[in-house]
């Protein structure tokens, strides 16, 4: 899971807290200073990506 926490539709502090309560936690990336959208964002997002999806993936 990806949150920014600039996000000015879903409130960032409030799926914090969301995960925190869930018994199993998904892995959750926080991203200073992104917006909803992740405008300016979108290369830190596809290597947040890259780099979680890296553990989901058998060896090469």
């Known amino acids: 899971m990806i949150q920014g926490d600039a996000d000015e539709i879903v409130d960032a502090q409030a799926v914090y807290d969301w995960v925190e309560a869930l018994p ?5 990336v926080r991203m200073v200073d992104t917006s909803h959208f992740f405008h300016r964002k979108l290369i830190d997002l596809r290597g ?7 553990a989901w993936l058998p060896p090469a």
Do not use: G, S
Request: glycine share 0%; aromatic share 0%.
């Open 24 to 28: 199993r936690k998904p892995q959750l």
């Open 48 to 54: 947040a990506i890259q780099h979680e999806v890296k």
